[in-house]
Nanobody
Framework: QVQLVESGGGLVQAGGSLRLSCAAS????????MYWYRQAPGNERELVAA???????NYADSVKGRFTISRDNAKNTVYLQMNSLKPEDTAVYYC??????????????WGQGTQVTVSS
């Protein structure tokens, strides 16, 4: 089993900052890419940011320059630093990891989601 535990969501005023964390645990052999997605009510889930095992990053246009994804490989943890938050950033944020498990293979695993609410 692989468990992803997210933390750091909450309520913040527009212009504020939040830092999300997502720690992976379980029978993991290695973690490849790590992702943050978000889903607002009535909208499809969208990719916010991604980071490869080598540290290369990619961002949705809507968050470029405001959000930063990073990872701590020793802790199997991915972070999302969110600055200059806007009301339109309000959503449930999900982390996802592409992980290898011995005898199982490579799969994509998801966290339970954490609510981020930005008030105007």
């Amino acid at each position: 089993q692989v468990q992803l535990v997210e933390s750091g969501g909450g309520l913040v005023q527009a212009g504020g900052s939040l830092r999300l964390s997502c720690a992976a645990s379980g029978s993991i052999f290695s973690i490849n890419a790590m992702y943050w997605y978000r889903q607002a009510p009535g909208n499809e889930r969208e990719l916010v940011a991604a980071i490869t095992s080598g540290g290369s990053t990619n961002y949705a246009d809507s968050v470029k320059g405001r959000f930063t994804i990073s990872r701590d490989n020793a802790k199997n943890t991915v972070y999302l630093q969110m600055n200059s938050l806007k009301p339109e950033d309000t959503a449930v944020y999900y982390c996802s990891v592409n992980a290898d498990r011995v005898g199982i293979g490579r799969y994509l695993y998801w966290g339970q989601g954490t609510q981020v609410t930005v008030s105007s």
